[in-house]
């Protein structure tokens, strides 16, 4: 939880929530109670314990209001039979300190030993926050105006939807079928559910497309594509945008102040992004700000020449991942707006040379085989430079650059030119390289005329050996290791030479990525009373309907994850997504700040039409780049993606299931950097209330699955 500005004065307050999960207890004729060393926790004395009352079917829920610079005090948990309140069952284990002073969320475990043989296990939450008189007050002001649960500073007001107490866990009173694919509706096009090889996806070979009629086959299709990324502005050869001569020259860095509530992450990102040079641009793009963002200057506009431009060289045997690594981080760099390309030069090598060559192709001592291996990677390597000249930022060429020599040729091309950092990825996991292999060859078009499978793992198997004999491990220039990373069990990572903001970011990207298959739901809260109003942001309470979707989606995420107890609940610190996963039980919710919505700043509250009417500069500056726009005080989409980063690297680094309940903007940002978006597209992206988008995360990639609900009483596009 994020900690919450505090005089620390004497007229602070503490505020303490403790809560109580369990599932089997429900079913037992037991009432959880607390005591503890102060009198207001009865003095140790089990007879004067405090009641937890029940917030759900499996939530037990007590709070209260300390001064802020009370006694450290202890407390313990116990159970009472709701029949003779003299018999007591308390916790395992020691006493449960509690500070004053602090803001913090700590979860851990309870333990009741029932009988010789059996104990109850709990999941135990202790909430503590700072608060001032002026918090105290406006919550009381909204509960009593309102009659409905509201939030200051993400605190709890009231015990909130007790209709949950009476549901049963295995009664699915909201309607939902038990069939979940039945609610199952089309995919975007661009991410579906199918399995395309990550290899397909790179950059199209320039400099083969003028002699090969296969390439003009690929380009063609890439060029029709139905997705018009980058309206009105130059592509290049592939569609993608291509910066101007005047958007070369301009170094953007936007880290947006955004808005007191909104507390400033840790680990604090910038994004650059090409703009144009005319006067209206100048006068919409706001400024770089902080000492990350002058860090980022200065590496862009004053370091050396060659450290502008970074070229990431994947080094690794066959079948160790360097393609899935390399597509992950293309995918991480374009999303937080850095120009990025992915270079793969088995494709070069299939255009050029077919797909029809056998392991003997691939030995070190087959001269021909090695020259025609080398020819493609400097073909690749000059497109990839060429593309820099023209604007690029960040080129990934990926090929097993196996041999010092092969590695030196990539080094003398690069140099005075552009930062090479090699990325080598080790693999000693012998189930894992056997899987990634027999996924190789069927996915490869290396193999696709291979009507043996077991002749083709055979031959593969064969490559390998002779790329093995001649395999130079990296330990020349800046370079990264990862080394069993890919095997899920933890591995290392070691780092030589590594400086800069940029490669400081795909670091820390890196070491929390993994292979470990597990779904991330998306969703939108339920439909909330200002989106019954159409107004923009504010922090109202659920509509009927969307109390509805709440029910529902604890029905779904409850089949769904019924076997995945290690899964979690993200919400934002509004609480009409708190509300939506209110219903939800037997898995532990996480607050966020970065989940917030969009700030619109002086417009929050109003209706578009009025903001329209009123501010009609705001309104047609927004129209033109809803992208950059900055509500005044408020944020822009790339205030937006910046302030999730850390949410995406936890995202990357969890191996259990994730539910994200969350508003529009913010989702459409996350989706934005699953199904690699550009940038320009993101606010355009629909996310439609009361639908869940499933991210499928694994070996194969990122796949997609819709599951609509139910329709959108009243459906919201604008945010």
């Known amino acids: ?77 116990l159970l009472k039979a709701k029949d003779d309140s003299s018999e007591c069952i308390v916790e395992e284990g020691p006493n449960r300190p509690l500070g004053c002073g602090s ?8 333990v009741f030993k029932l009988t010789e043989k059996d104990s109850l296990e709990c999941k135990v939450w202790v909430e503590t926050e700072m608060l001032s008189p002026f918090d105290l007050a406006a919550s009381w002001k909204a509960h009593q105006e309102n009659l409905q649960p509201s939030r200051v ?44 090889y990550a290899a397909n996806l790179t950059e199209n070979p320039r400099s083969l497309s003028s002699n090969n009629d296969t390439t003009k086959v690929i380009l063609h299709n890439s060029l029709d594509s139905p997705a018009n990324h980058y309206a009105n502005t130059k592509k290049d050869v ?43 641009a100048k006068l919409g793009m706001p400024a770089a700000e902080g000492a990350v963002a002058a860090a980022a200057v200065a590496d862009q506009m004053y370091g050396p020449k060659e450290d502008r431009k970074l070229v990431i060289v994947l080094v690794g045997l066959p079948a160790r991942g360097k393609t899935f690594t390399a597509a992950k981080l293309t995918r991480y760099l374009r999303w937080l707006g850095h120009e990025t390309k992915h270079f793969n030069v088995g494709k070069y090598r299939r255009l050029k040379h077919g797909t029809n060559q056998t392991a003997d192709f691939f030995r070190g ?50 140099e005075g030119k552009c930062k090479i950092i090699f990325v080598e990825t080790i693999c000693n996991d012998q189930d894992v390289l056997e899987r990634n292999i027999r996924l190789k060859v069927q996915q490869s078009p290396d193999y696709a005329e291979q009507t043996d499978f077991e002749a083709g793992v055979r031959d593969f198997k064969e490559r390998l050996a002779y790329y093995e004999k001649v395999y130079e491990p ?61 107004r923009i942001g504010g922090d109202s309470s659920l509509s009927e309907a969307g109390e509805v979707y709440s029910r529902k989606l604890a029905s779904f995420v409850e089949k769904r994850l019924k076997s995945e107890r290690t899964a979690s609940i993200w919400t934002s610190t509004l609480q009409r997504t708190i509300l939506t996963a209110y219903p939800i039980i037997g898995f532990p919710k996480i607050q966020w700040r970065a989940l917030d919505e969009i700030n619109a700043g002086v417009c929050d509250g109003m209706t578009y039409d009025e903001v329209k009417k009123n501010k009609p500069e705001e309104y047609e500056s927004r129209r033109k780049d809803k992208l950059r726009y900055r509500y005044p005080r408020g944020e822009s989409y790339l205030d937006v993606i910046q302030r999730l980063e850390p949410v995406i690297i936890e995202l990357e680094r969890q191996r259990a299931p994730v539910v994200v309940i969350a508003h529009q903007a913010v989702l459409r940002s996350l989706y934005a950097y699953f199904a690699d978006k550009p940038l320009e597209e993101v606010p355009k992206i629909e996310i439609p209330l009361h639908t869940i988008i499933e991210i499928k995360m694994g070996v194969t990639g990122v796949e997609e699955k819709r599951y609509k609900l139910m329709d959108a009483v009243n459906p919201t596009a604008e945010v």
């Open 103 to 110: 803001n913090q969320v700590e979860m851990t475990d309870a």
């Open 365 to 414: 001592d087959n001269k021909e085989g090695v020259e025609a291996r080398n020819e493609v990677a400097a073909l690749a390597m000059e497109d990839m430079l060429s593309w820099m000249e023209e604007g690029g930022q960040v080129g990934i060429c990926d090929a097993t650059n196996s041999t010092r020599s092969r590695r030196n040729m990539l080094m003398k091309m690069a």
């Open 238 to 280: 592939d569609g993608r945008h291509t910066p101007s001569q005047e958007e070369q020259k301009a170094v953007f860095v936007d880290r947006g102040v955004g808005s007191p509530r909104f507390a400033r992450p840790t680990n604090e990102t910038i994004s650059t992004s090409n703009i144009k040079q005319d006067s209206e």
């Open 153 to 196: 500073r993400g605190t709890y007001d009231v015990v909130m939807n007790t209709e949950t107490e009476a549901r049963d866990e295995n009664d699915f009173a909201s309607g939902l079928e038990l069939d979940l694919e039945k609610y199952v509706v089309p995919t975007t096009p661009n991410m579906g559910s199918g399995v395309v």
């Open 474 to 534: 990296v330990d020349e220039g800046s370079y990264i290791k990862m080394i069993d990373m890919v095997s899920g069990n933890g591995g290392q990572l070691q780092i030589n030479n590594i400086s800069g903001y940029l490669p400081g970011r795909i670091v820390f990207f890196l070491v929390n990525c993994h292979l470990t298959p597990r779904p991330i739901l998306l969703t939108r809260h339920g439909e909330s009373l200002d989106n019954v109003r159409g």
């Open 1 to 77: 939880m994020a900690t919450a500005a505090s005089s620390g004065g004497v007229s602070d307050h503490q505020y303490v929530s403790v809560k109580l999960e369990s599932l089997r207890l429900a079913a037992l004729d037991l009432a959880p109670h607390l005591f503890g060393s102060h009198p207001a926790a009865g003095s140790w004395d089990p007879s004067k314990a405090l009641p937890m009352e029940r917030a759900a079917a499996a939530i037990w829920e007590l709070s209260c209001v300390l001064p802020s610079r009370h006694e450290t005090l202890d407390f313990k948990l």
